[in-house]
């Protein structure tokens, strides 16, 4: 599966992923070693010079058909809603992969998620807060330097909105830290798509945030 991933052969790695689950290997196993590992090593590779976009494109477009064979099984435990997340790759960045982990690990952890896709400009992350008032997270991925300051003007446009205190702000992505995530006024930060599932579920048997919080 990871051969096939690295080569960008989609039908291959929906086959692949699909025999893998039937001989009764673990999602979760097939997500690391078939999926992840292989989509690091494309990392590095394109780091290298070795392989270009086009070929990161493929490789991510194979990781992305893996990820639908094993989407239903990583949701199995899912038990009802424990909370409305709202989600999107920031404005200016394309990259989906991390997002769509995000979004699988938190359904299965029992959140509805609103995917609001890539490239998701301030005003739509709004938009779809206005539109949605059983929402209480926000959840923003950045895989470029260039677009990680997009994560602080959405948090900045929500609280000139007064939209702040309804919200925790959790944020992920390569270049993103704990760090940065304070920095930019965000109430969490995920290195991976499980922790970001594990946030989401201490926040959930929490109360919700209190009025004012993160002004
Ligand atoms: C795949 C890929 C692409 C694909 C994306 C396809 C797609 N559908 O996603 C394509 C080919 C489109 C692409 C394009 C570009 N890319 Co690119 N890409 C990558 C690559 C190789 C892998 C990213 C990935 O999907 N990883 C797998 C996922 C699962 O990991 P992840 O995204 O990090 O997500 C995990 C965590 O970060 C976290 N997480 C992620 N999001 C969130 C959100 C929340 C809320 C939380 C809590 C957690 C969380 O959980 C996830 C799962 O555990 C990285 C290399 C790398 N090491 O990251 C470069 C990389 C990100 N790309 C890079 C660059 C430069 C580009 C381009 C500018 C290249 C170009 N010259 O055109 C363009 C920009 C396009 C754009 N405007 O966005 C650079 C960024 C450098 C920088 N410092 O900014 C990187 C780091 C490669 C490099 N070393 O140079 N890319």
Redesign the pocket.
Known sequence: LSEAVEEGAANLARERATALLAEGVEAEEVLRFGL?DA?ER??QR??TSEIF?PE??L??RAM?AGLSVIEPRLRRNAIGSRGTLL?GTVE????????N??RIFAKSAGFTVIDLGVDVAPGVFLDAAKRHPEATVV???A????TMPIMRTVIERFEAEGLRSRFRF??????VSERYASEIGADG?????AT?ADQLKAWASEQRPTAGRGA
């Not at 200016?92 to 997002?99: A, E, I, N, V």
């Not at 959790?170 to 270049?175: E, K, L, M, N, Q």
């Open positions: 992840l989509m494309v990392g394109f780091k976009v990161v494109l490789a991510a992305q989600l200016g960045d394309l990259h989906s992969l991390g997002k982990l995000v959840g923003m991925s895989l470029l330097t260039t959790i944020v992920g992505g390569a270049p930060f995920g290195p991976d798509a970001a």
